[in-house]
Protein backbone atom coordinates (compact mmCIF):
# COMPACT_ATOMS: atom_id res chain seq x y z
CA UNK A 1 0.00 0.00 0.00
CA UNK A 2 2.80 2.78 0.90
CA UNK A 3 4.37 1.69 -2.67
CA UNK A 4 1.29 2.10 -4.32
CA UNK A 5 -0.07 5.23 -3.29
CA UNK A 6 2.91 6.83 -1.08
CA UNK A 7 0.59 6.78 2.33
CA UNK A 8 2.80 5.77 4.87
CA UNK A 9 1.00 3.29 7.05
CA UNK A 10 2.10 2.88 11.04
CA UNK A 11 0.74 -0.21 12.42
CA UNK A 12 0.34 -1.07 16.04
CA UNK A 13 -0.70 -4.57 17.33
CA UNK A 14 -2.02 -5.47 21.20
CA UNK A 15 -2.88 -7.76 23.27
CA UNK A 16 -2.51 -11.38 23.30
CA UNK A 17 -3.17 -12.79 19.79
CA UNK A 18 -5.75 -15.81 19.48
CA UNK A 19 -6.16 -17.74 16.04
CA UNK A 20 -8.85 -15.97 13.35
CA UNK A 21 -10.54 -18.46 11.39
CA UNK A 22 -9.73 -18.38 7.63
CA UNK A 23 -13.05 -16.93 6.66
CA UNK A 24 -13.46 -14.50 9.06
CA UNK A 25 -9.85 -13.27 8.27
CA UNK A 26 -10.62 -12.64 5.07
CA UNK A 27 -13.62 -10.46 6.11
CA UNK A 28 -11.36 -8.63 8.36
CA UNK A 29 -8.50 -8.33 5.82
CA UNK A 30 -11.36 -6.86 2.75
CA UNK A 31 -12.56 -4.05 5.35
CA UNK A 32 -8.94 -3.16 5.83
CA UNK A 33 -8.20 -3.31 2.35
CA UNK A 34 -11.40 -1.47 1.92
CA UNK A 35 -10.80 1.30 4.20
CA UNK A 36 -7.14 2.04 3.39
CA UNK A 37 -8.42 2.85 0.02
CA UNK A 38 -10.65 5.15 1.22
CA UNK A 39 -7.97 6.66 2.44
CA UNK A 40 -5.84 6.67 -0.26
CA UNK A 41 -8.90 7.92 -2.79
CA UNK A 42 -10.18 10.31 -0.27
CA UNK A 43 -8.50 11.85 2.83
CA UNK A 44 -5.57 13.83 1.12
CA UNK A 45 -3.01 12.21 3.60
CA UNK A 46 0.10 11.21 3.49
CA UNK A 47 -0.08 9.29 6.79
CA UNK A 48 -2.80 7.02 8.33
CA UNK A 49 -2.71 4.34 11.59
CA UNK A 50 -3.54 1.18 11.48
CA UNK A 51 -4.30 -0.68 15.06
CA UNK A 52 -5.53 -4.20 15.54
CA UNK A 53 -6.47 -4.75 19.08
CA UNK A 54 -7.05 -8.35 20.92
CA UNK A 55 -9.45 -7.92 23.68
CA UNK A 56 -10.55 -10.64 25.96
CA UNK A 57 -13.94 -10.76 24.36
CA UNK A 58 -12.87 -9.40 21.15
CA UNK A 59 -10.97 -8.45 18.21
CA UNK A 60 -10.87 -4.57 16.91
CA UNK A 61 -9.47 -3.55 13.72
CA UNK A 62 -9.08 0.27 13.46
CA UNK A 63 -8.07 2.56 10.49
CA UNK A 64 -7.22 6.09 11.28
CA UNK A 65 -6.28 9.14 8.95
CA UNK A 66 -6.32 13.04 9.50
CA UNK A 67 -7.35 13.93 6.23
CA UNK A 68 -10.58 15.66 5.28
CA UNK A 69 -13.33 13.20 6.86
CA UNK A 70 -17.17 12.85 5.73
CA UNK A 71 -19.09 15.64 5.01
CA UNK A 72 -22.71 15.71 4.71
CA UNK A 73 -22.35 15.80 1.00
CA UNK A 74 -20.72 12.66 0.96
CA UNK A 75 -23.03 10.89 3.60
CA UNK A 76 -24.57 8.25 0.51
CA UNK A 77 -22.36 5.23 1.03
CA UNK A 78 -20.59 4.17 -2.19
CA UNK A 79 -20.34 0.39 -2.34
CA UNK A 80 -17.41 0.21 -0.35
CA UNK A 81 -18.61 1.46 2.79
CA UNK A 82 -21.97 -1.02 1.81
CA UNK A 83 -19.53 -3.87 1.79
CA UNK A 84 -17.75 -2.96 4.78
CA UNK A 85 -20.93 -3.17 6.77
CA UNK A 86 -21.92 -6.06 5.41
CA UNK A 87 -18.71 -7.89 5.98
CA UNK A 88 -19.38 -6.76 9.91
CA UNK A 89 -22.56 -8.31 9.87
CA UNK A 90 -21.52 -11.75 8.47
CA UNK A 91 -19.04 -11.31 11.62
CA UNK A 92 -21.69 -10.63 14.26
CA UNK A 93 -19.98 -6.97 14.63
CA UNK A 94 -20.33 -4.05 14.05
CA UNK A 95 -18.39 -1.12 12.26
CA UNK A 96 -18.59 2.39 13.20
CA UNK A 97 -16.88 5.71 11.52
CA UNK A 98 -15.96 8.55 13.98
CA UNK A 99 -13.77 11.89 13.77
CA UNK A 100 -10.65 11.42 16.04
CA UNK A 101 -9.66 14.10 18.09
CA UNK A 102 -7.42 15.82 15.63
CA UNK A 103 -10.00 15.47 12.34
CA UNK A 104 -10.12 13.41 9.51
CA UNK A 105 -11.71 9.69 9.74
CA UNK A 106 -11.65 6.74 12.36
CA UNK A 107 -12.81 3.42 11.05
CA UNK A 108 -13.53 0.30 13.81
CA UNK A 109 -14.18 -2.98 13.07
CA UNK A 110 -15.42 -5.08 16.38
CA UNK A 111 -15.85 -8.60 16.11
CA UNK A 112 -16.68 -10.83 19.29
CA UNK A 113 -13.88 -13.75 19.87
CA UNK A 114 -16.42 -16.49 19.79
CA UNK A 115 -17.64 -15.70 16.11
CA UNK A 116 -13.94 -15.44 14.69
CA UNK A 117 -11.37 -17.45 16.99
CA UNK A 118 -10.33 -20.37 15.24
CA UNK A 119 -10.59 -23.70 17.40
CA UNK A 120 -6.83 -25.20 17.00
CA UNK A 121 -6.51 -28.43 17.94
Do not use: C
Amino acid sequence: MEKQTGIGISYEKSGSAFPINGSASIHIYRVLQEALNNVARHAGVNRAWVRLRFLADSAELEVEDQGKGFTKEAASPGIGLVEMRERAQLLGGRLEFTTPPGGGTRVRLSVPRKKVEAHVE
